[in-house]
């Protein structure tokens, strides 16, 4: 899989902001990679991008429509159809990460099957793995981890991505989501992989590199996540990540989805994350916190952050406010 | 997914006893779901139940025919498809837990949708699972797990079952792999399932029960291998196990399929079982070992149990010389 660039940001007719978030991301982390934004009538996202038509963004090289907004149920609403199947008319390869797939469409899949374009739905891998090994291969590998879903790691991998590269070293972003999919134009989602090929799709996502390249993989759930954590212990070993990034979001009340469930201590998500890394990477180690301190004012934060840094004895940021770059350094030490 | 007993037992062409441990497993653990075993010219295994043919098993009450042999690949050969399709049309269902699936044959799909049969391929699950919740349920469930694959967590359960039954105790095994689930006529095949539902699967397999029920739930793999601990985890968290059975098998040289990678200590592995599942049930303890000692003389074996009883404080038993009374004497304190 590997989504051709550069992409049109189809909004649809997005209810308002936070339901074009994918294409958000993606226009802040690759914007050389996009031409402009593609919204239908009643859309109420706008992402500040150029609005094109479907031939302007052709006529400016675009090669795939990239669905880039996600509605309740993550359904294909027939509004949305006859923009889609004149985008593969025109020649246009589609992108989603949606629950319904676009393979599913009936209409699309004709028209693709006809002229030879492809459908990726990046949500399901389209691919198999083979089981994990745990064998040690060459590289060198961050994993961001959590303390609970939705707190930031694949931001926290992206920007870790980008100070590299602006340090002038070899790095490369390793999409484990659907957005982070869209955004890389490749990866798997390894929470849609069969249980048994976690590790393996894992260790098929960042393989054996050159001893002074970084793997940069987006994290998934939690360890401490009822839900997710067989999920984020097959990425945990199957990344064999020397540096691993904790992430979290101060002062959110319960675990996402679990009311009454609390988040866990940061140094015991730490330890734990830590102790089970160490089985198929033995210089595993925690290098730094990441938080998302969206919700704290600019002193809060701060002295969240100092706490934290205290606390564990690493370094603490909020990658938003004022980037990784202590948490890079910690990396390359 | 319920298989309906009894069962006549099909050994095909196996090329040596081995072959046919799925069915050996049956025939031990539900004598009086099997009515016979049907081998075909050259089959070298023999479980020394009676040889029927399709039609003296049928008059005898069979309802399903269980593919109870596996060959190199997992496939079904050709030279089986007049048996299995001669059973379909005499009435049986057909169960097996191939890689190949039954429903995947042609010949076979084609008369079993005609007649209206079923065909089991245990090895897929058969129905959507919800995300795991953590939240706690009543009953009482006991789970096996393991320093490594095929230590006999299975066995143990099944044992374990079978004891509580005997003290007139209310109890279920609860099965996760495919022999198992051949054993016991239903369950989860949860390797197979979609990552992100590994823990729900778990939840569905063993829901809430009465306050004096025992699940004994089939662990599969351990957090200790790189392959598959992400299953074994979720597995950990859906069971909610108040009861935990550490199986092992002493003297085994690496983890399975992974030469040069040894076995965790069995103090280790016991410690990193018992944090995790606190995530999901707080009463969660270790309470026995269970090891397969067929490699042993008795004396080696009785000296080996009694250093891990001390070791650990706790009872140690091997199943198959001495039952696993101690288990669950401690299990009911």
Request: proline share 6%; net charge neutral.
């Amino acid at each position: 899989m590997q989504i051709a660039a550069p992409y049109l940001l189809f909004l649809g007719d997005a209810a308002d902001q936070l339901a074009a978030k994918t294409a958000d991301g993606i226009a802040r982390w690759r914007p050389q990679n996009v031409v402009g934004q593609l919204r239908l009538p009643g859309c109420r996202a706008d992402l500040g991008l150029p609005d094109v038509t479907l031939e302007q963004a052709q006529s400016a090289g675009a090669r795939t429509l990239v669905v880039g907004v996600a509605n309740r149920g993550g359904v294909i609403p027939a509004g949305w159809l006859d923009t889609l199947s004149r985008a593969i008319e025109l020649g246009f390869d589609l992108a989603a990460g949606l629950h319904q797939r676009l393979a599913d469409q009936p209409r699309l899949a004709a028209v693709a099957a006809q002229l030879g374009r492809r459908l990726f739905d990046v949500r399901q891998p389209d691919r198999g793995f083979e089981v994990g090994t745990g064998l040690l291969r060459p590289g060198k590998r961050c994993l961001t981890i959590g303390t609970d879903c939705s707190v930031g790691k694949m931001f926290t991998a992206l920007a870790i991505e980008k100070d590299l590269k602006a340090r002038g070293l070899k790095a490369d972003f390793r999409a484990t989501g659907q957005t982070g999919i869209l955004i890389a134009g490749s990866g798997v989602s390894v929470d849609a992989v069969v249980a048994d090929f976690i590790s393996g799709a894992t260790e098929w996502l960042a393989p054996a590199n050159q001893d002074d390249h970084w793997d940069i993989i987006e994290g998934q759930g939690s360890l401490a996540h009822p839900s997710y954590a067989g999920v984020s212990l097959g990425l945990l070993h199957g990344a064999q990540a020397q540096a691993l990034v904790l992430c979290t979001e101060p002062g959110r009340p319960h675990m996402r989805g679990l009311p009454g469930r609390p988040l866990p201590p940061l140094g015991e998500c730490l330890t734990l994350n830590e102790t089970c890394a160490r089985l198929t990477c033995p210089a595993a180690r925690v290098i730094g916190i990441a938080a998302n301190t969206a919700g704290m004012d600019a002193m809060q934060a701060r002295r969240w952050l100092d706490d934290a840094a205290d606390l564990l004895g690493l370094p603490a940021v909020d990658p938003l406010r004022g980037g990784v770059g202590p948490l890079v350094d910690r990396m390359l030490q």
